[in-house]
T-cell receptor
């Protein structure tokens, strides 16, 4: 069975601090896809990144970076120099095979960035 | 439209009444998913449609929940005899054939009183 665990329920940081959101996953598949989504107060889910199980390279996009480690089944997300606009709930998710199968979501981490 | 459209955006209903939630996916997207997000919780998978295949209903919490997708496009999620625990945001997503790319709608906030 697939499972995604986001152990941090809520995190609060002061603006400009770096913050890492943890994600640990479980799957028996050798081919799978990992995702991060942002859900701002408006409620809409915003896609951030998709990574397949064969690509362990870390990725950086502006202030966002992702660390994928198959050895620890983790796909952690770091925001550098956080800003108030980063305040949201962040979800890690997993899908098997092609990536167009239903996503299994973690329970989310609520990030509050304080000015 | 350019995105996934859901209606209504908000729905308040009395316990015991039936409700219908609508999802209009992106044109050409063959896969359609329904999720439920209860207060403070993650997203719970409900049902998945892929093309003309039989839907994956494994996430539906009870037989009061059903969904259909007409003509491979619009989908309706029906909840019969609503209960207070059905109160949640119901999110719909669609994805194109052969490649990844889930696009989520803004959701329908259902409140059962």
């Amino acid at each position: 069975a697939q499972k995604v665990t986001q152990a941090q329920t809520e995190i609060s940081v002061v603006e400009k601090e770096d913050v890492t959101l943890d994600c640990v996953y479980e799957t028996r598949d050798t081919t799978y896809y990992l995702f991060w989504y942002k859900q701002p107060p408006s409620g809409e889910l915003v896609f951030l990144i998709r990574r397949n199980s064969f690509d362990e390279q870390n990725e950086i996009s502006g202030r966002y970076s992702w660390n994928f480690q198959k050895s620890t089944s983790s796909f952690n997300f770091t925001i550098t120099a956080s800003q108030v606009v980063d305040s949201a709930v962040y979800f890690c998710a997993l899908s098997e095979n092609s990536g167009n199968t239903p996503l299994v979501f973690g329970k989310g981490t609520r990030l509050s960035v304080i000015a | 439209g350019a995105g996934v459209s859901q209606s209504p955006s908000n729905k308040v209903t009395e316990k015991g009444k039936d409700v219908e939630l609508r999802c209009d996916p992106i044109s050409g997207h063959t896969a359609l998913y329904w999720y439920r997000q209860s207060l403070g919780q993650g997203l719970e998978f409900l049902i998945y449609f892929q093309g003309n295949s039989a839907p994956d209903k494994s996430g539906l919490p009870s037989d009061r929940f059903s969904a259909e997708r007409t003509g491979g496009s619009v989908s309706t999620l029906t909840i019969q005899r609503t209960q207070q625990e059905d109160s949640a945001v119901y999110l719909c997503a669609s994805s194109p054939p052969g490649r990844y790319g889930y696009t989520f709608g803004s959701g329908t906030r259902l409140t059962v009183v």
